[in-house]
Nanobody, 123 residues
Framework: QVQLVESGGGLVQPGGSLRLSCAASGRTFSDSGMAWFRQTPGKEREFVAAIDKSGGLTDYGDSVRGRFTISRDNRKNTLFLQMNSLKVEDTAVYFC????????????????WGQGTQVTVSS
């Protein structure tokens, strides 16, 4: 069992930055591949970024590559998403997820999910 709690969401202007955090407890965090997904009303959940257990391998969705950076601190059991150059279309609820797989980008590969944190990009 893994418990995940996201934080750091909020309202930001276009071009601004936010840093999301995901605090993990339960199963050893360092054994889990981790990822961020996002969802807007009426749409399917979208893959944002993933990172392997050690933090040495990352993967990004096309819409965020070059603007977002995923990282992790295994000593603090925490996952991060640094979001720069934010756009209105980045507005969504952001979820972190944990997987037994080394790294993945499909929802079905992830066993545990947080409750989500709202990110709103608006002027």
């Amino acid at each position: 069992q893994v418990q995940l709690v996201e934080s750091g969401g909020g309202l930001v202007q276009p071009g601004g930055s936010l840093r999301l955090s995901c605090a993990a407890s339960g199963r050893t965090f360092s054994d889990s591949g981790m990822a961020w997904f996002r969802q807007t009303p009426g749409k399917e959940r979208e893959f944002v970024a993933a990172i392997d257990k050690s933090g040495g391998l990352t993967d990004y969705g096309d819409s965020v590559r070059g603007r977002f950076t995923i990282s992790r601190d295994n000593r603090k059991n925490t996952l991060f998403l640094q979001m720069n150059s934010l756009k209105v279309e980045d507005t969504a609820v952001y979820f972190c997820a944990a997987s037994r797989a080394p790294i993945g980008r499909l929802e079905g590969e992830f066993d545990y999910w947080g409750q989500g944190t709202q990110v709103t990009v608006s002027s």
